[in-house]
């Protein structure tokens, strides 16, 4: 099978994506994840009375507890395929990609499996998360804000 044919090969069966939809998709997805989010804070302020801060932690806490058990209930993953990016880039995707890792590598055991691989997805956020908190540190810094 000489490459040109091999193209043809792979255009043929990839699917076909609306772009438009979803790109639409993806914004609702992700502001139905802020609203829920919004809502959670403000049922903690009224339930709890609690603060906005502490309320804000609630919320996270909340949506990545969620998250985790849709993941481990399959449900999340088919909702990725529907959302992409609307509900994978906020919290709940990092929550969804560690407990992935997690259900996948449990069965190598605590250290060499779940220990090893927990943040093989996530890490990379993790490590440019730091890297570009420390940048704008800098940033800030030198700027005198």
């Not at 403000?42 to 058990?69: Q, R």
Request: glycine share 12%; net charge positive.
């Amino acid at each position: 099978m000489t490459k040109e044919e091999y193209k043809n090969l792979v255009k043929k069966h990839t699917p076909k994506i609306n772009h438009i939809k979803s790109i639409f998709l993806s914004f609702f997805a992700g502001g139905f994840i802020g609203m829920v989010g919004q809502g959670l804070i403000d049922l903690y302020i009224n339930l709890f009375n609690v603060t906005i801060k502490d309320a804000g932690t609630y919320m996270i806490v909340t949506l990545i507890f969620i998250s985790s058990l849709f993941t481990a209930l399959g449900f999340f993953d088919k909702w990725v395929e529907k959302v992409r990016c609307g509900i994978i880039v906020p919290i709940t995707g990092f929550a969804h990609g560690m407990t992935s890792a997690a259900i996948e590598y449990k069965k190598d055991g605590l250290i060499t499996g779940l220990g090893s691989n927990i943040f093989k997805i996530t890490g990379s956020v993790i490590l440019y998360g730091i890297v570009a908190a420390y940048v704008f540190g800098l940033v800030r810094i030198i700027i005198g804000g």
